[in-house]
C-alpha cells in the first residue's frame, strides 16, 4: 500500500505536462489555471490539518511560490517550441544536478567519501541522460527549427534557475512542509499573475488548467504522505518515474513524432535520469 501511494506523485506529475497540452492555451494561461488549482488544493488541505502558519512560513511560501511560478511558466513555454518528450527529460536532469550541487556547495550534504563518490557518479549519469534526450537524426536544420531550439532552451534555463532557487528557499528555511503549503500556493497564484499581467489569461484555458494544478497539488501532498511512510530515499526515486509517463505519453497521446533511434536514446536517457534520481535519493537516505 506504501507503494501505491509513492507512486501517486510520479503518475500526477508526469501527467501533467500530457494533460496540460490536452486542455490548452498559452505558458500565462496554463501556469495561471495550474497555481490556480493548487491554491484550491491547498486550501483544503489547510482546513484538514490546520498546521501553524507564523510570519516566516508566509514570507518563505510567497518567495517560494513565485519562485516556482517562474520555473513552470518557462517549462511549459519549453513544452511549446521543442516538445514534453524534449523538455521534461532535460528539465528533471537540470534540476536533479542544480539541487544537488547546491546540496553539496550551501548545505553540505555530502558528508563522508562514501556521499561524493555515489554524488559524483550519479551527476555524471544525469549528464549523460540529458544528452541522450537531446539526440536528434535530423541532418537539415531549417531557420525555423533552430530558433525553436534555441528558444526552448532558453525557456529551460529560466525553468531551471526558478525551480532551483524555489527548492533552495524551501530547503534553507527549514520550514513545516505541510504548514508552507497555502501561503506557498498563494505565492504560486500571486508571482503566475505577475509574469501574465500583460497577457490574456481571462480565458477557459485557464479555468480549464486548473486541473493540472489538482494534479501537481495531489502529487505534493502523497509526496509528503510518502515522506513520512517510508522516507525519502523510495519517496524521491519513486516520484522521478514520472518522466516515463510524460515522455512516452506525448509520443503516443500528443503524437510527437521521433525516429527509432530518437525514441531509444530519449528512452535510454529517461532511464539513466531515473537511475541517478535514485542514486541520489539513495545519498541523502
Known sequence: MEILIALIPAIAWGSIGLV????????????????AGAAFFAIGVYFVYQPIID????????????????????????????????????????????????????????TSSRDIILGIIAIIILIFGV????VTDTKET?????????????ALIYSTIGYGLYT?????????????????????????LLFSAKQEIKSKYTVRNLLTGLLWATGNIFMLI????????????????????????????????????EFRYILMGCILVILGGVL??????
Open 20 to 35: 496540460s497540452n490536452k486542455l490548452g492555451g498559452n505558458s500565462y494561461q496554463q501556469t495561471v489555471g495550474m497555481a
Open 55 to 110: 510570519i516566516k512560513i508566509i514570507l518563505v511560501g510567497l518567495f517560494s511560490g513565485a519562485l516556482w511560478s517562474l520555473g513552470q511558466m518557462q517549462q511549459f513555454q519549453s513544452m511549446r517550441f521543442i516538445g514534453v518528450s524534449n523538455t521534461l527529460p532535460i528539465s528533471t536532469g537540470l534540476q536533479l544536478i542544480v539541487n544537488t550541487l547546491a546540496g553539496v556547495l550551501l548545505f553540505r550534504e555530502w
Open 131 to 134: 544528452t541522450f534526450t537531446t
Open 142 to 154: 531549417t531557420v525555423d527549427s533552430k530558433g525553436q531550439k534555441k528558444a526552448g532552451a532558453k
Open 168 to 192: 533552495i528557499t524551501i530547503n534553507a528555511s527549514g520550514v513545516d512542509a505541510m504548514a508552507v503549503i497555502l501561503p506557498q500556493a498563494i505565492g504560486m497564484l500571486i508571482g503566475s
Open 226 to 261: 510518502s515522506m513520512a511512510k517510508i522516507g525519502l530515499a523510495i519517496s524521491f526515486s519513486l516520484s522521478q518515474t514520472g518522466i516515463i509517463i510524460s515522455t512516452l505519453g506525448s509520443i503516443w497521446f500528443l503524437g510527437e513524432t521521433k525516429t527509432k533511434r
Open 280 to 285: 541520489l535519493g539513495y545519498i541523502k537516505a
